[in-house]
């Protein structure tokens, strides 16, 4: 069976102190199958050259005008692809590498390949 896909969707506006800690830990999970989708809400500081940086790094990145955070994640909720999707504000972060890898094997396990 395959990896779960996770379809991982960060909001930013005007949070260039803290995405660029947001976007790292999600590169640096070593869990791979990974959508990560960002939606910017236009920000007027330098956020968008930070997420632009990752670019590679980052399947879609939408900066256009929201009618706030709801909003914002209902279009990457809209993209969204993945078995699951998950929800990382741009000040939060992982806080290690395999927080997505211990989280899924459980998870895989038990909702998608279990049989009575």
Same mark, same amino acid.
């Given at each position: 069976m395959q990896d779960i896909r996770v379809s991982l969707i960060t909001v930013t506006y005007n949070a260039e +102190?803290?995405?660029?800690?947001c976007i790292r830990s999600v590169i640096a999970q070593n869990y791979r199958n990974i959508e990560y989708i960002v939606i910017d809400g236009? +920000?007027?500081d330098s956020t968008l050259q930070i $997420?632009?940086? *990752? =670019?590679?790094?980052? #399947?879609?990145? %939408? +900066? !256009?005008?929201? #009618?706030g955070m709801y909003d914002a994640l209902n279009k990457g $909720?809209?993209? =969204?692809?993945?078995n699951v999707i998950g929800i990382l504000n =741009?000040?939060? *972060?992982?806080a290690s590498d395999d927080i997505l890898a211990n989280g899924f094997y459980g998870f #895989? *396990?038990? *909702?998608? %390949?279990? !049989?009575?």
């Open positions: +102190s803290t995405v660029e800690r236009v +920000s007027t $997420i632009n940086h *990752y =670019a590679q790094n980052i #399947k879609t990145i %939408i +900066s !256009e005008p929201d #009618k $909720i809209r993209l =969204a692809t993945g =741009a000040d939060d *972060y992982f #895989k *396990y038990r *909702y998608f %390949i279990w !049989e009575p």
